[in-house]
């Protein structure tokens, strides 16, 4: 079986500052893992994904996270918070495995994250 | 359309009645997931469709959730005889392909069921 574990429902962080949002996984087999961000009434949006290429995984809107194996844990983080990076945060796991049901995601529930002036 | 279309969007129904769900997938995607969103509950796998392959229906809370296929393209989830706790996010996504992996899972916005 496969779980993610995500530390903290909610993070608050002033603009400007740095953005740590921690993800621990859980996996019998090497894994796939994945950050999908959801902004206010929108569905969920990939912004960076490890697949057993480079451990540091570089995405959308200046994200990036890298996966440890020794440490089970795939970080998101970000230099320097924007306003608009408020949004929840989901971090998930697969198998890694291109067949059937190895394909579903598994999620964690997920990180509201708050920017303040 | 480019991207997972749902409807409908919002959806009140009274508990006891039955709802359908709709998917549209992304044109040429073959693998296609529903998710269920609750407060507090994070994102639940409920089926995932594979081309012509039998559904992995292995995330379904209860016989009276299900879901259909038709033509590889679009589909329906129905959930019977609703309860309160079916109020939730229903998320349809579709990838090239088996997804999970290196071919990307892409989400609708989803659509918002309240039973009353």
């Known amino acids: 079986a496969q779980s993610v574990t995500q530390l903290g429902s909610h993070v608050s962080v002033s603009e400007g500052a740095l953005v740590l949002l921690r993800c621990n996984y859980s996996?019998?087999?090497?894994?796939?893992l994945f950050w999908y961000v959801q902004y206010p009434n929108q569905g969920l949006q990939l912004l960076l994904k490890?697949?057993?290429?480079?451990?540091l995984v570089k995405g959308i809107n200046g994200f990036e996270a890298e996966f440890k194996k020794s440490e089970t844990s795939f970080h998101l983080t970000k230099p320097s918070a924007h306003m608009s990076d408020a949004a929840e945060y989901f971090c998930?796991?697969?198998?890694?495995?291109?067949?059937?049901?190895?394909?579903?995601?598994?999620f964690g529930t997920g990180t509201r994250l708050q920017v303040t002036l | 359309g480019a991207g997972v279309s749902q409807s409908p969007s919002n959806k009140v129904t009274e508990k006891g009645k039955d709802v359908e769900l709709r998917c549209d997938p992304i044109?040429?995607?073959?693998?296609l997931y529903w998710y269920r969103q609750s407060l507090g509950q994070g994102l639940e796998f409920l089926i995932y469709?594979?081309?012509?392959?039998?559904?992995?229906k292995s995330g379904l809370p209860s016989d009276r959730f299900s879901a259909e296929r038709t033509g590889g393209s679009v589909s329906t989830l129905t959930i019977q005889r609703t309860q309160q706790e079916d109020s939730a996010v229903y998320l349809c996504?579709?990838?090239?392909?088996?997804?999970?992996?290196?071919?990307?899972?892409?989400f609708g916005e989803g659509s918002w069921l309240t039973v009353v």
């Open positions: 490890y697949t057993s290429a480079a451990t």
């Open positions: 998930a796991v697969s198998r890694g495995e291109n067949t059937g049901t190895a394909s579903k995601l598994t």
């Open positions: 044109s040429g995607h073959t693998a």
């Open positions: 469709f594979q081309g012509n392959s039998a559904p992995d």
């Open positions: 996996s019998s087999v090497p894994p796939y």
């Open positions: 996504a579709s990838s090239l392909a088996p997804g999970g992996g290196r071919n990307t899972i892409y």
